[in-house]
Nanobody
Framework: QVQLVESGGGLVQPGGSLRLSCAAS????????MSWYRQAPGKERELVAR???????NYADALKGRFTISRDNAKNTVYLQMNSLKPEDTAVYYC??????????WGQGTQVTVSS
């Protein structure tokens, strides 16, 4: 059974940091590209960051320099380090695993709220 379980979300003040984790099971993690998406209230889900099987990462232009995606294939886990958080980063953050356009899995999401 495929599972993607996100953790690490919560309430943080503007300027603060959070590290999200996504623990994967039930599929060959190292052969999948992994991504983080987010969805704010009333908005469409958007790509935050993606890391390929080989470790190449890319980011939404507006987030470059603040967010860092990484993966640990030995732990079947992908991370998202978020620094200098802003209120507009408030959203539900979702983990995604993809081996092809036809094979993709989603986690249940973790809430990140940036507020003073």
């Amino acid at each position: 059974q495929v599972q993607l379980v996100e953790s690490g979300g919560g309430l943080v003040q503007p300027g603060g940091s959070l590290r999200l984790s996504c623990a994967a099971s039930g599929f060959s993690f190292s052969t999948y590209a992994m991504s983080w998406y987010r969805q704010a209230p009333g908005k469409e889900r958007e790509l935050v960051a993606r890391i390929t099987r080989s470790g190449t990462s890319n980011y939404a232009d507006a987030l470059k320099g603040r967010f860092t995606i990484s993966r640990d294939n030995a732990k079947n886990t992908v991370y998202l380090q978020m620094n200098s958080l802003k209120p507009e980063d408030t959203a539900v953050y979702y983990c995604n695993a993809e081996s092809s356009p036809w094979v993709t899995y989603w986690g249940q999401g973790t809430q990140v709220t940036v507020s003073s």
